[in-house]
């Protein structure tokens, strides 16, 4: 199994705490034992911290095991599902930044019933292959998610049309179509739009818009309808 850093501090952490746990240690207790402070141990545990060499020794000793087995990435059973969630391609590929997840965090939520989550994650890997998933699909989902939680009401989408509107000296009460912003678009940025098919190119074929930054040329899929036309037109501007 090949680790990024981030994952070996996880790894460690994970079979620092379940040794720790395994001779019923507090944190403070464990402290005593090896001069690290609790904070320390803790940070350590949760995978944000790798201690030294010199540190890994007192703690290998106070938990009953050698220092080549504690810094193994080799996993005991009951944290070996862990591998397979590491490896898994779908964790890997979603955007979890993005969403504000820290990744680690999760990792470690997960590693309190690694069996459990990785059976989860596993299921939702053959869902996903099963119905083809792709990313879009993804982006789709949470969105409407999103929208779902908060009402479909969003206080900086309406504040930021409000400064779009003053950007582009467009009165509140007109009705921008997508006509009117595909000009914008050309005249205020100097960009070229181009309304092509796309069904020639099985790849192409479900993309909205391709951009051409060395020729500022937007290619625009003909067949999307005029509101889809004007939600692209707005995002570019």
Do not use: W
Not at 52 to 62: D, G, H, S
Not at 85 to 90: D, R
Request: with cysteine.
């Amino acid at each position: 199994m090949e680790l990024k850093s981030d994952q070996i501090r996880l790894v460690f952490g994970m079979k620092l705490k379940r040794l720790r746990t395994a001779k019923g240690l507090s944190l403070a207790e464990l402290s005593s034992r090896t001069g690290l402070s609790a904070s320390y141990l803790n940070e350590i545990e949760k995978g944000r911290k790798y201690p030294k060499a010199e540190r890994i020794t007192p703690l290998a000793a106070a938990l009953g095991t050698t220092y080549d087995k504690l810094v193994s990435l080799k996993l005991d059973k009951q944290l070996t599902p862990i591998s397979d969630i590491l490896n898994n391609e779908l964790l890997q590929e979603l955007p979890l930044d993005l969403f504000g997840i820290d990744r680690i965090k999760l990792m470690s939520v997960l590693g309190n019933a690694p069996a459990k989550a990785a059976a989860f994650i596993k299921t939702l890997s053959r869902i996903a292959g099963d119905y083809n998933v792709t990313e879009e699909h993804f982006y789709f989902a949470a969105l409407r998610s999103h929208q779902e939680l908060h009402e479909n009401h969003f206080d900086e989408t309406e504040e930021a049309v409000i400064r779009f509107r003053e950007r582009f000296e467009l009165r509140d009460d007109d009705e921008i179509g997508s006509a009117q912003l595909r000009q914008l678009l050309q005249e205020r940025f100097n960009c070229t739009v181009e309304e092509r098919s796309f069904t020639a190119d099985e790849e192409l074929s479900h993309m909205r818009s391709i951009y051409i930054p060395e020729l500022r040329k937007l290619l625009v899929n003909a067949r999307l309808a005029e509101n889809q036309k004007a939600f692209l037109f707005a995002k570019e501007l």
